[in-house]
């Protein structure tokens, strides 16, 4: 209610609480056109408010009991001992400075007349002696006549007279307007504040029910395009618009009537033979049942419920049959669809959400929303640089075994497990397939219901899946010797060699070498900063992890030959290909790596296997886990590595990478004819022993 409104009928309900002691529920009803009356909402009123001449006395005492004085002893807080507060016959007040006493009194009448709010009444604790019962006197009359003194003290119950005097302070107040408890005495007038808020609050219930109606059955305007006879019809609608001229645009003329049904005749072909389509047109345009219940008009639809195949009739109330809220025949007809349209029930929008999961949402449409929401979420979203990575494992293992089936079909363990046996089949790795089967299952999670819950909430048992057992020491980890990384160090290009030396020797993955540049190359060669890597032909500052982003040092002869490699190149990247991008690092991987291993026997391995060397020789020699993790990009482990500041001491780096050298053998020039020079190796020379 506005505020001129709200005055008005508080005082209203005021009037009739003071005569009748109650509002009859029929009475709200004009309360409620009182206040639309104000806001000129309805016929004009006088209303009648409540006046002087309607408040009186009401009490259940036949004489009035009034206050003569107070005369204080000894003993309550720190008064005065005998002092006296006399009353007068009309107003009284009592005045002074803090902790003058006011209180004081306060609490010994609030006591003696039985007041719902009474306080403890201390003695005084700074007189030096020890404190005695507590006394007062305290003098009142009935009507003219004088009673004889009446005694107060602390341990004696009171005056039985004195509990028809009120005592009504700040302590009062919320036993009388808060809480809801029956008291004994109610000071005159304060009885209505608790009938009258209730009322108050019934009549802007009724008000703002009814706004809330009115403003959902506002009929809104038709969207009309630019340029046309019924936009311009539209923009200049007012009181004096011919409607003659609204319904001649409003009736369609023979030639659109024609268009029309042919256009309904293609969307019908269309919908036979597209089933999503034919079950959304059973879905559209529902006006629903208005039948009668209780004393309720209700109206029931069909409406689709998640999970389930078949729709369901449900029913919602409309308005009540008689009474306030009542509606007309059709006002119940424009409600009831409004309640369809609330529950969007016939949309597009919630068909493509409940319905279409039952008939026909495929695996495949659900890999890519599940792909593009993975991108976009708050907590631990995917890298984009790793989408083509998951992208090609769906491509090639996943989408052709259960691309085109039906999402429900792949909740199903027997789908599942053809799909692992395929991978299985295809010679995968145990840690491959059980990448790939997660893949595939947090497809499946991801179709939620609107609450958020998952609409096939399957546990996935390992062993009914045939899941290969990932052990760990089984698993592929391809690695090299010193002999072979010295082999590598002498391959016949020098960008090549200048890449494996490097990589060896750092520790960097591959992605972050080829995305190296000239840059971050610091200290005179002898410091890598790590900030970005190469993804196919573009460079990212999207790295693995955080802690991917590092300085990495490596030794002065590593350094002396990168500065040689360079040749003066000041700009761009460390290892470029011929037009400056990035290499392919399946180039060296099959033109490279492979060759040279297959030559000498060995396993292949891909560009990991220098990352697995230089870890092995930092081990070898006894690096602190601390630089180990700092060189590699790995996370901390413990708390205590948090606290540990040894990876900032940058010159103690430094010794560290200029003392345990790389494990093999360097050349003496990037450049020149590869010969051997001495392993810079930090191992113990043993003497042959003597025959």
């Known amino acids: 209610m506005v505020a001129g409104a709200a005055r008005l009928a508080a005082r209203c309900v005021a009037r ?6 109650k509002v009859k529920p029929d009475e709200v009803g004009d309360l409620v056109d009182l206040c639309k009356a104000a806001k000129g909402l309805s016929a004009p009123r006088a209303p009648g408010v409540l006046a002087n001449e309607h408040l009186a006395i009401k009490d259940g005492i036949s004489e009035a009991v009034s206050l003569v004085s107070l005369i204080h002893h000894h003993d309550a807080n720190a008064l005065a001992p005998e002092q006296t507060v006399t009353f007068g016959p ?3 007040i009592v005045y002074g400075a803090n902790a003058a006493g006011k209180s004081g009194y306060a609490r010994i009448l609030k006591r003696a007349c039985r007041s719902r709010s009474t306080e403890e009444i201390l003695g005084n604790v700074l007189s030096g002696e020890t404190p005695t019962k507590l006394q007062a006197t305290i003098r009142f009359r009935h009507g003219h006549q004088t009673t004889p003194v009446a005694e107060w003290k602390a341990d004696a119950p009171p005056s039985a007279a004195l509990a028809a005097v009120s005592v009504f ?16 005495f109610r000071p005159f007038g304060l009885d209505i504040f608790d009938q009258l808020s209730t009322i108050c609050g019934e009549v802007r219930s009724r008000l703002e029910t009814e706004k809330e109606r009115l403003s959902a059955a506002t009929p809104g305007l038709p969207l009309c395009a630019e340029g046309t006879r ?11 618009t011919n409607l003659d001229d609204v319904r001649t645009l409003g009736a369609l003329s023979a030639d659109d009537e024609t268009r029309l049904n042919g256009l309904r005749t293609k969307q019908r072909d269309l919908q036979a033979k597209d089933p999503k389509q034919r079950a959304l047109s059973r879905r559209t345009g529902q006006n629903g049942h208005i039948e009668s219940s209780g004393k309720w008009f209700v109206v029931r639809f069909w409406k689709d419920i998640e999970g389930q195949e078949k729709r369901a009739l449900v029913r919602e109330r409309i308005c009540p049959i008689s009474g306030p809220g009542s509606l007309n025949r059709s006002e119940r007809e424009r409600r009831a669809r409004e309640i369809i349209a609330d529950a969007q029930v016939d949309t597009a929008q919630y068909f493509n959400r409940v319905v279409k999961q039952q008939v026909g949402v495929t695996f495949k449409e659900q890999s890519k929303f599940w792909l593009e929401q993975s991108q976009t979420r708050k907590r631990k979203p995917i890298r984009a640089t790793t989408v083509p990575t998951i992208q090609a494992a769906f491509d090639k293992w996943i989408l052709p075994e259960v691309g085109h089936l039906p999402l429900y079909e792949t909740a199903k363990y027997p789908t599942m497990k053809a799909l692992v046996t395929r991978m299985n089949a295809g010679g995968l790795s145990a840690q491959t397939v059980n990448s790939y089967f997660r893949m595939a299952a947090a497809v499946i999670a991801s179709a939620e219901d609107a609450d958020g819950n998952p609409l096939y909430p399957q546990k996935w048992d390992a062993n009914k899946l045939d899941l290969p ?13 010193a002999e072979t990384m010295t082999e590598f160090a002498r391959v016949k290009s020098p960008k090549y060699r200048m890449l494996m030396i490097l990589a060896a020797s750092a520790g960097c993955r591959i992605g972050e070498l080829l995305g190296l540049e000239i840059k971050d190359l610091l200290d005179n060669f002898t410091t890598v900063r790590i900030i970005q890597q190469a993804k196919g032909k573009q460079l990212t500052p999207e790295l693995k992890t955080a802690n991917s982003v590092r300085f990495v040092d490596i030794s002065p002869e590593v350094a002396a030959l990168l500065k040689e490699f360079l040749a003066g190149r000041t700009t761009g990247l460390v290892f470029p290909n011929r037009v400056g991008r990035p290499l392919n690092p399946s180039n060296i991987r099959n033109r490279v790596i492979h060759p040279l291993l297959k030559m000498k026997g060995l396993p292949t391995g891909g560009n990991h296997i220098f990352r697995r060397f230089r870890l092995t020789w930092l081990r070898e020699n006894s690096v602190s886990p601390d630089i180990e993790r700092f060189w590699l990009g790995h996370a901390n482990r413990t708390v205590g590595d948090d606290y540990s500041m040894l990876k900032k001491n940058i010159k103690f780096r430094k010794q560290i990478a200029d003392k345990i050298g790389v494990g093999f053998e360097l050349p003496n020039s990037i450049w020149a004819s590869v010969v051997p020079n001495v392993p810079k190796m930090a191992v113990e020379q043993v003497e042959p022993a003597v025959a």
Do not use: M
């Open 90 to 92: 009309e107003l009284t």
């Open 230 to 240: 019924p936009k311009a019809l539209v923009d200049n609608l007012t009181s004096l």
């Open 469 to 481: 057992l990932v052990e760990t020491s089984k698993q592929r980890r391809p690695s090299i010797t």
């Open 169 to 184: 302070d700040a302590g009062s107040a919320p036993v009388y307007l808060k809480d809801k408890t029956d008291v004994a």
């Open 16 to 21: 009739r609480l003071f005569l009748n002691g």
